[in-house]
């Protein structure tokens, strides 16, 4: 990979990367570190990446670290669902975008980022699986049961609105 | 067999287990009511038998598989697994269009698949703004480097015009001295301790020379410190200075004579100060008169590394400096030396400049080279 290979990662995949990290951590300082750490992790191995595979190796690479952080910071917690329908019911919300933001927000950690890679960047079922380290079926699971989760969710909401 | 007080426990444990047969059943419990005593290890043994508990396991509907089958049928009952697997692009044709002609004869489908499609996230635009500073600059290490080059190669030339085109640099001797050890010359200590006395340099050659046109005067016998002494004398009347180079009074005749074209003046001893560490006021009577210094037409550095920031070098346009450089078509010596002196003070940050000392015709009879650190003076000689 050239110099000019990296610098047009940069323009093409450094707003996908900063938006998919951000709506994970809901963080935009953390989430600019990462990305940060991210590319000067590329640069390292600038002539190990192929141009092909970078933008791979950028949400792995992302991905690993926003996991790592993730852990570190004792966010990864599960939801009970009868909990979070408790919880909605007090909040108001205007319109679908707010309430899937929600619903996003409350996904576990691994169908957030699952759902956010398959929605948000198109990729396969293969891809995710290579980016996140799961097998493909437990991708296909965790996207599944997270659609079934959003309309949960979304249903129960708009009964409120 | 019998049932009798002695194998009476077998019986016993082959109920628990199950094993015993019906008549053996009704046959032991005719002997637990001839013998109500041993009717009471049975009370004891029940319980460790375990009953059957009816346990499941509560995520079993998570084991299942939660999306169709290519060869899956569409249903009323995984309605909403087909909605997703449409939504994910995982159905076949067949499939596909089953789904669709449930959507397009239910109104109630048609709702739920509605909303199974807003469970889709929509990619919102998100500008990173830290992209520039993630790039990296293209060719600047190249740049750099000829840079480098240039300027070493400059500074080369520069040594090689000052020191080859002037005069002959053998009858003159450089001495070097520290403060301090200029501070212990102005002491009236011993001359013959070494420590006391300014460090001079003087290639061998010329020690040679002295000692054969000299001889006389000079005899191999004197120690150095003996040699030394009556230049130390000399040095004591001298002004303060870091670094002086002085003209030999004792030189031999013929490399004076190589010197006649030089203007009297200039046979006075020169010193080279450093003008920061010295200031006008420290100038004596009798002390040597600073040639008339014009400096060159050369426009200023105005950029020294030392007084920009990081990121103001980072955005610095070298090779916009390069070839300021090298579309200067008329390459004098001149030209090289100050390129070179440029390209010193871009890369040490110093602000060293070169200027000539010129005489009433315009000649150029010297060089010094300038900063606010030093100052160091180089007459240049005219062979006849």
Known sequence: MTVGEYNKAVDVYADNLYRFILKNLKDAAMAEDIIQDTFEKLWIKLEEVSALKVKSYLFTTAYHT????IRKEKRNRTVDPASLYEESESNHYSDLGEVLERAIQNLPADQKAVVMLRDYEGYPYREISEITGLNESQVKVYIY????????????????I | MKIDRHNYEAFLL?????????????????????????????????????????????????????????????????????????????????????????????????????????????????????????????????????????????????LLVLFMAGPDFSGQKLSVETPLEAANSQTPDDPDQPESQPIQEEPEENQKDHLTVEGSTQTP???????????????????NAMFSITRDQKRPLEIESKSKAIPRDDLQPRVLKISAHQTNASFQPGAPVPDQIKTLDVPPVSIHLGSL????????????????????????????????IKGINKIAGSDISLLASRDEEGEV????????????????????
């Open chain 1, 66 to 69: 926003m996991i790592d952080y």
């Open chain 1, 145 to 160: 049961r997270a659609r079934v989760f959003l309309k949960a969710y979304i249903g129960s909401m708009e009964k409120v």
């Open chain 2, 14 to 158: 082959d109920l628990l287990e199950g094993n015993l047969s019906v008549e053996d059943q009704q046959e032991l419990h005719h002997f637990l009511k001839l013998n109500p005593d041993c009717a009471d290890e049975l009370t004891e043994l029940e319980p460790w038998v375990l009953e059957k508990e009816h346990i499941s396991f509560p995520y079993r509907q998570l084991l299942n598989k939660e999306f169709p089958e290519p060869s899956s049928q569409l249903n009323e009952h995984n309605f909403d697994l087909f909605s997703i697997a449409r939504l994910e692009g995982d159905l076949s044709a067949k499939q596909l269009a089953d789904h669709q002609s449930m959507i397009s004869s239910s109104d109630l489908r048609s709702q739920q698949w509605s909303e199974w499609q807003q469970t889709r996230l929509l990619a919102d635009t998100m500008v990173f703004k830290g992209k520039d500073q993630l790039k990296k600059k293209t060719g600047l290490r190249n740049r750099a480097l000829w840079i480098s080059v240039f300027s070493a190669a400059a500074a080369v030339t520069l």
């Open chain 2, 221 to 239: 016998a004197q120690t150095p410190a003996q040699q030394r002494a009556p230049e130390a004398q000399e040095e004591k009347s001298k002004p």
């Open chain 2, 309 to 340: 920031s990081f990121a103001q070098i980072y955005e610095m346009d070298l090779q916009e400096v390069f070839e300021d450089y090298t579309q200067e078509r008329d390459f004098s010596l001149w030209t090289v030396a100050n390129a070179g």
């Open chain 2, 365 to 384: 009879t010297g060089f010094r080279l300038k900063s606010r650190r030093f100052s160091v003076t180089r007459p240049l000689g005219q062979e006849e």
